[in-house]
């Protein structure tokens, strides 16, 4: 999504922005509203899985939850939930579920976790020997990693040959760095193919993902493992949908 915001959001200048979701702004629209006009947009950057506008004088951080897009010179639409009106163009942010939220410059950024494409492999695996509990919920956990989100973590696990409910600090160094590899090259190749469109999701030029369609166990319960033919299993880890092999991925 930054990708293909940046090259048509950057220098430009916000003039107007209306909010009309209080799910999605949490503080008063007017204030949010009045704290962003005027300001000139000098770079869109990704830190997690929040969108981030640097404006002169701040930082907008959007998250597009679920169903979030972000969509620049697009009709109106009815969960149009936010309009930014800039010196050339418009922004639209659509959330039909309205699980997104649009923030100024909030503390939740200062405690993500370090990157999953950054952190090396010696730092990854010392951080799992401190964590108690299983792996599923600490990758899904911002604070221990930034940004992995649930298809990717259950892709990464299977890759990796790790069942998701293996215990983070028994991890050995070579499955701790199988396990970095695993993560880095779902999401190197998800990122390249526009992530993975489940719904509706799209880019800021209108575009579906298409890595779904390289998806080894998300949303393939009963079906045969690509590896070795088991029958993919899914179980619910911390509420989450939770996607493995039982004979490929050991604990
Ligand atoms: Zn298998």
Redesign the pocket.
Known sequence: VVRTLAPRLTGRTIVHATFSSRHIVRERAAVLAARLSGRRVLAVRRRAKFVLLELDGGTLAIHLGMTGKLRFDCPASKHGYAVFELNDGVLLFDDPRQFGKIEWEPPRIAALGPEPLEIGPDEFAARLKQRRGRLKPLLLNQAFLGGLGNIYVDEALHRAGIHPLARAASLSAPRAARLLGAIREILTAAIALGGSTISDYVDAAGRRGGFQLLHRVYGRAGEP?L??G?AIRKILVSQRGTHF?P??QKR
């Open positions: 493992c590896n070795c088991a092999c004979r490929c």
